[in-house]
């Protein structure tokens, strides 16, 4: 078979290349080790960057997120018993909408769907060859044969565990890293939000994250120990423990119930560099994890996708490479300015047991100074509501 992009990865930033490319007239096909069901089943973070929103508009399947997604234009950080709202309209004039990564997910297939898009699931051992030479191959095998896919170029959107970056040499790769001493313990629930807004909660016991899904749906974290297990989380143990960190407003406010969906999440920040190979591309978790303080994940895989389908289109377009041969340094670019970010929400909002009562002193600094400083509220909500490409 040949294509002219061969995509790895059919999660957001592999599906809203293959769009995009699609809408261009580029020839593309996605290689998926699982089953569609299966890349839906998965629940990620849900809130969506302006930049994001106007990417999936121009991918055409923005429709339901402007219906259903819910437009926020603050959130809050509660801290010593008190709120403080970061006003990202009146600070930024931008906003943000809450709408699950499942369901852009869902509305991606479904666009890849309706263009007739080549997507191949269960792709089993799928490897990569010669892309640091003119014809790259992909291989994999599907319902036990062997299958080869010719191409121009290879798109690594396979997520941190993915086949593309580790078939990078060593020697041609320098990755950066930093994992946090504690995780998320999410909780799904058909709840009623706590508050209107997201809050972020920095409290003795340790963070706390109120979201939500819809009206009706909520989502809450809580800081637990790295080495936690699910099954230690009862919905009791989780319901007083969330209740502890919030203050007496939302303690009143907290209408609980049994959980739909938990899953402990580690908090790590990841680099790699760069973020091209020859004629291998690396997008999204591939080349790059952030902590979910900073609502960056898939945000940042969409950032990536900005720039590597521009590049694409301008090589097929317009015959020239200039795209493709700074799409490392501009992807890394906003990257590394999104993984300050994150590291510094997460600073600043979680219970760090090895950095003792200085520590904690700093932190209480910072967060007087967020909430008496129009300046530092300014550049909170600027990096919260993204970023210009
Ligand atoms: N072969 C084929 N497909 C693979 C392989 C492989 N060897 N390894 C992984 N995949 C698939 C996964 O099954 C997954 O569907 O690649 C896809 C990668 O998708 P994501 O992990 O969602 O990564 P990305 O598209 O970059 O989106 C990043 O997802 O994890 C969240 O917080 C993260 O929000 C961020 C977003
Ligand atoms: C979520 O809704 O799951 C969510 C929102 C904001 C974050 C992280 C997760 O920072």
């Known amino acids: ?19 995009l490319l699609h809408k261009h007239g580029i020839d593309n096909v996605i290689l998926e080790a699982r089953t569609g069901e299966y890349v839906l089943g998965r629940v990620r973070a849900g809130v969506v960057e302006k930049g994001t929103v106007d990417m999936l508009d121009e991918a055409g399947v923005g429709a339901r997120l402007h219906r259903e997604g819910l437009v926020h234009d603050g959130t809050e950080i509660a801290f010593d018993g008190k709120r403080h709202r970061i006003d990202f309209a ?21 666009g890849r769907a309706a263009t007739g898009g ?7 051992d799928v490897s990569l060859h010669d892309f640091d030479g003119s014809s790259p191959k992909v291989r994999y095998k599907k319902d036990g044969k062997e299958h080869e896919l010719a191409c ?18 060593e020697k041609s790769i320098k990755t950066f890293e930093r994992v946090y001493p504690f995780g998320w313990m999410g909780l799904l629930s058909e709840t009623p939000p706590v508050s209107p807004e997201l809050i972020y909660i920095h409290s003795p016991r340790g963070f706390a994250l109120c979201s939500m899904r819809s009206n009706t749906r909520s989502r809450y974290y809580v800081q637990c120990d790295a080495g936690d297990k699910t099954e230690q989380w009862s919905d009791e143990r989780f319901w007083n423990e969330l209740r502890a960190r919030l203050d007496e407003k939302g303690r009143d406010e907290l209408v609980t119930g049994p959980s739909i ?10 680099v790699a560099e760069p973020m091209r190979f020859g004629r291998m591309f690396l997008a999204g978790d591939a080349a790059h ?21 521009r590049a694409f289109i301008e090589y097929y377009k317009e015959k020239s490479s200039a795209g493709i041969d700074h799409y ?10 999104a993984v300050r970010f994150s590291w510094w929400m997460t600073s600043m ?11 904690e002193k700093i932190q209480i600094a910072e967060l007087e100074y967020l909430f008496s400083s129009k300046s530092a509220a300014t550049a909170l909500a600027e990096n919260y509501v993204g970023l210009p490409y």
């Open 349 to 359: 909002l979680h219970k760090f047991p090895e950095t003792g009562e200085f520590g």
């Open 152 to 169: 121009d170029f290879i798109a690594g959107c396979d997520g941190y565990h993915g086949a593309s970056r580790r078939s990078v040499p």
């Open 1 to 19: 078979m040949r294509t002219q992009v061969a995509i790895i990865g059919a999660g957001p930033s592999g599906l809203l290349l293959g769009q």
């Open 328 to 337: 490392s340094a501009k992807a890394l670019a906003r990257v590394w300015k």
């Open 90 to 110: 009146e600070l930024t004039g931008k906003t943000v909408v809450v709408y699950g990564q499942t369901e852009i997910t869902r509305d991606l297939m479904d």
């Open 289 to 309: 994890i952030v902590p979910p303080t900073g609502a960056k994940g898939m945000n940042l895989a969409v950032s990536d996708v900005h720039y590597l389908s």
């Open 118 to 124: 080549k997507t191949i699931y269960e792709a089993a």
């Open 261 to 270: 969906e938990k899953t402990i999440a580690p908090l790590r920040s990841f």
